[in-house]
C-alpha cells in the first residue's frame, strides 16, 4: 500500500537528499560519499520497508519512540479527526482546547503522586530547556537565586538545543561549540562495566552517587539548583544503574535541596516494564520529561511534569511566566497522545513488557555471553544492550573505540535488522508490541552480525 503522493527512484530521492538536506547527528560529506541516504518508505507492525523493497525489523522502534508498532490506523483516524474538527488552536492567554485539558489529566493520574501539573513542549530538548528556565525561576522566587547550577552525568543525552546539550554529557557534542553553558556540571555516570573496576555492581552504585554529593560539597549546595538524569541512560549505551544508586541519589538531594529532574523521554511509557522508569526505580522527581513514547512517535509531543512543591510555588508567587511554544498543548498531538495511552492499557503492553518480553529479551541476551567478542550484556524491560570489548577478562575496549560497533551495525541491517551502535555496545529498543518470535529473529540477526564482525576485527 503506497498512498503518499511520494514517488521517485532511490538514486534521485538519495541525490536530492545529498544536495539539500541537513541530518541531524550525520556527516554529510561521508554520507554522500558512501552513496546516499537509507530511504524508509513504509512501516508496519515492527517491520521498516526500505525504497529498494528491503524488509527491516526494526530493533530500535525509530528512535526510542514507537512504542505501539507501526500502522496504527487507530492513531491516523483521531488525527484525522481532530484535524478536521480543530487542527490547531493556542493554549496562551487564557484559552486551551478539550485534548490538551483531557491528555493532562490523563498524564496527572498515569505519572507516579505529586506530579500532577503538566507544560507542553514538542520536543524532548525544548521540555528540558523548560525546566532549567522553570528551575531558575523557582530558586528566584525561593529568594535563593544563588542556586542555578545543574549536575548531570557523563554520557547523559538530554537533547540539542542550548540548555538541553549543556546538560548532556557527551563531549564531541560539547567541543563543537563551545559548550556546556557556565552553570552545568557533570559527574561519573553508574555505569559498572567501565567504572566499577573490582567492586561489586551494588558497592560501585553508591560510589557513583557519593560522586553527586562530593560535586555539591566541591560547589557549595547554596549554589546547585537541580540534579537531572535519565532512570536508565539510553543514548548512552543503555547504562543500567546498581539498585543501590537511585535511593542514594534520591536522599542526597533532599539532603541538600536539591531539585531532581527524571528524564523519561526514553524510559517513559512501558519501556522499562512499568509505565515510567520512576516506577521501576521508586524515584519521587520534582519533574519528569516526557517525549517519544507519549504519541509512538505519530506525531511530535513533549510534557513536562511538575511536582506540586514547585507548582505550588510557581501558582502562589509566580505571576505570569513568560514562556511557551507556539505548539504547546497541540490537539492533535494531545489527541494521538491520548489514543495512545489507552492502546497501550486496552493491550497490556506494560505488563506484557514486564512479564513477557522483557524477560524473553533478557534471555536471549544472556546466551549471547559466552560470545568471545560480548564483555557484557544489560537489558531491563525492552532497553537491551550488549558490549563488545577487545579482552573479556580485563574488560579492555577496542583501541578505536566505536569501530566494531559501527561494523556490526552494518552487518546487522545487511541482515535485516536495526540497531544502534553507541561506542562498541549494540543496543535496542524494539516496539512494545514486539512478539518473543520477532526477538527471537532479531536477536538472531544480532548473534550472525557479531560474528561476522570477530572476523572483520580479528577476535576468535
Ligand atoms: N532526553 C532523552 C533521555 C533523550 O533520549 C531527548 C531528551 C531529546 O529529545 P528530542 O525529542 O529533542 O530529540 C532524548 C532524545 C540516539 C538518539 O541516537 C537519542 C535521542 C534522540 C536522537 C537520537 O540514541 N534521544
Not at 59 to 65: Q, R
Amino acid at each position: 500500500m503506497n498512498s503518499t503522493p511520494f514517488r521517485n527512484t532511490t538514486a534521485h530521492w538519495r541525490q536530492m537528499d545529498s544536495a539539500h538536506h541537513l541530518h541531524p547527528f550525520t556527516d554529510t560529506k561521508e554520507l554522500t560519499e558512501a552513496g546516499g541516504s537509507r530511504v524508509i518508505t513504509a512501516a508496519q507492525g515492527v517491520t521498516l520497508t526500505d525504497s529498494e523493497g528491503q524488509k527491516l525489523i526494526d530493533g530500535m522502534a525509530g528512535l526510542w519512540c514507537v512504542n505501539v508498532g507501526y500502522g496504527r490506523e487507530e492513531l491516523a483516524k483521531v488525527a484525522y479527526e481532530q484535524m478536521l474538527e480543530l487542527p490547531y488552536y493556542n493554549t496562551f492567554f487564557g484559552t486551551a482546547t478539550p485534548s490538551s485539558i483531557e491528555l493532562s489529566e490523563r498524564l496527572a493520574k498515569l505519572t507516579p503522586k505529586g506530579l500532577d501539573r503538566v507544560f507542553y513542549g514538542v520536543s524532548g530538548s525544548d521540555a528540558n530547556d523548560t525546566i532549567v528556565r522553570t528551575v531558575r525561576h523557582f530558586w528566584n522566587l525561593e529568594g535563593k537565586p544563588s542556586k542555578k547550577t545543574f549536575i548531570s552525568r557523563e554520557y547523559a543525552y538530554h537533547g540539542s538545543t542550548m540548555a538541553a546539550v549543556s546538560l548532556c554529557g557527551m563531549s564531541a557534542m560539547h567541543g563543537q561549540a563551545d559548550l556546556p553553558l557556565p552553570g552545568f556540571e557533570h559527574i561519573m555516570p553508574p555505569y559498572w562495566y567501565d567504572y566499577g573496576g573490582s567492586q561489586t555492581p551494588e558497592d560501585f552504585g553508591h560510589r557513583a552517587a557519593q560522586a553527586l554529593e562530593d560535586k555539591i560539597l566541591e560547589l557549595g549546595a547554596d549554589t546547585i539548583a537541580a540534579f537531572i538524569g535519565e532512570p536508565i541512560q539510553g543514548a548512552g549505551a543503555v547504562i543500567i544503574p546498581p539498585e543501590s544508586y537511585w535511593p542514594e541519589i534520591q536522599k542526597i538531594c533532599r539532603k541538600y535541596d536539591i531539585l531532581l529532574i527524571a528524564d523519561e523521554v526514553i524510559c517513559g511509557f512501558g519501556r522499562t516494564g512499568q509505565w515510567f522508569g520512576c516506577d521501576t526505580y521508586g524515584i519521587e522527581p520534582d519533574f519528569m520529561t516526557l517525549a517519544k513514547g507519549i504519541t509512538s512517535g505519530y506525531l511530535p509531543l513533549s510534557a513536562v511534569m511538575v511536582g506540586d512543591r514547585v507548582a505550588k510555588t510557581l501558582y502562589d508567587k509566580g505571576g505570569e511566566f513568560y514562556h511557551g511554544y507556539t505548539y504547546s498543548g497541540h490537539p492533535v498531538c494531545c489527541a494521538v497522545a491520548l489514543k495512545n495511552i489507552e492502546i497501550m492499557e486496552r493491550e497490556n503492553l506494560v505488563e506484557r513488557t514486564r512479564e513477557e518480553t522483557g524477560p524473553h529479551l533478557a534471555a536471549l541476551l544472556e546466551d549471547l555471553r559466552g560470545h568471545p567478542l560480548v564483555g557484557e550484556v544489560r537489558s531491563q524491560g525492552l532497553l537491551g544492550a550488549v558490549e563488545m570489548v577487545k579482552d573479556k577478562a580485563t574488560r579492555t575496549h577496542f583501541d578505536n573505540l566505536g569501530k566494531a560497533g559501527g561494523i556490526c551495525r552494518d552487518h546487522c541491517f545487511a541482515n535485516g535488522g536495526i540497531m544502534r551502535a553507541v561506542r562498541d555496545s549494540m543496543v535496542m529498543s524494539p516496539p512494545l508490541t514486539i512478539t518473543k518470535a520477532e526477538l527471537d529473529k532479531l536477536i538472531g540477526i544480532l548473534r550472525k552480525s557479531l560474528d561476522q564482525t570477530a572476523k572483520d576485527v580479528g577476535v576468535a
